[in-house]
């Protein structure tokens, strides 16, 4: 499985931007899907998380209500709604996915994670 971000740029604190995740192959149906994100000097961490079906879904407490993961298999893209951004958003964002037909909570640590796209930057100016 390949995957392309896009979607990142520049915004201001109470913004939204919509990232995008491709992923190649005829089977990204079977996939769990996730958005990392690793910002400047710190540790990549899990931002949200959806099942194969779209009908799960997993959040960071960070982003919980202010982020929408989705997903359209018909496209085989992932998509990540943020909204009311802040500058403590501001990271190298990274879509990612689990082992064919792994459960959704597989993508929720990086540990999980069988396959990353390469990044897209969101900054968030104050």
């Known amino acids: 499985v390949q995957l392309q971000a896009s979607g990142g740029g520049l915004v201001q604190a109470g913004d939204s931007l919509r990232l995008a995740c491709a992923a190649s192959?005829?089977?990204?149906?079977?996939?769990?899907m996730g958005w990392f994100r690793q910002a400047p000097g710190k540790e990549r961490e899990f931002v949200a998380a959806i099942s194969w079906s779209g009908g799960s879904t997993y959040y960071a407490d960070s982003v919980k209500g202010r982020f929408t993961i989705s997903r359209d298999n018909a496209k085989n893209t992932v998509y990540l709604q943020m909204n009311s951004l802040k500058p403590e958003d501001t990271a190298v964002y990274y879509c990612a996915a689990g082992g064919r037909d792994d459960p959704i909570v597989v993508v929720t640590t990086i540990k999980g994670v069988r396959y990353w796209g390469q990044g897209t930057q969101v900054t968030v100016s104050s």
């Open positions: 192959g005829r089977t990204f149906s079977s996939y769990a």
